[in-house]
């Protein structure tokens, strides 16, 4: 049976470090889907069009990933795109015990889907989306932490 992993996250932006658990994901699993968390409660700066092209530029070439976005609980969408496998980075103690109450109440709702977690590389541990988001409000240059498919110059954020 095909081995599918769901990546889920806000991606605002996609990162350095979202990009390395991907590649590194591709040796265990038959496919990944990123999946764009569509919360309409929840004001992001690039719009969910707009966070699934830049991802959709990086893996452009890798038939293995699939770009999605999704609404409502992550285990039901998995579930509705047949992943046994739930796949979350971790950078820090921080990460892990956020990550553990998520994984241990999606495991009391589907016990079937497995959350897999990869512990980032170390000179990825203090990018995150909340960082790179403000160094491009200030107008400041991210590049360095965003894929180098992604050209940040070709993309407007939103005022929030
Ligand atoms: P969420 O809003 O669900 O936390 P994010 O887009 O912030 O979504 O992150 C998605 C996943 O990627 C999470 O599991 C997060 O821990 C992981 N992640 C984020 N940044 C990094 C990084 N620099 N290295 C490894 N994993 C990361």
Redesign the pocket.
Known sequence: MKKIAV??????PF????E??VIRALNLFDEIIIAV?ANALKKNYYSLDTRKEMIAKVFRNEPKVRIDHYEGLTVDYCKRNGAKYLL????TAA?FEF?RAIAQVNRAMASDVESVF?L?IPE??P???TIVRDIIRSGGDASQFVPAAINLKDYKGEEI
């Open positions: 990546f889920p996250g806000s991606f605002d990162t350095i470090g979202h390395a658990i968390g979350r980075g971790l950078r990460d990550e990869l980032t990825h541990t990018i995150n989306s």
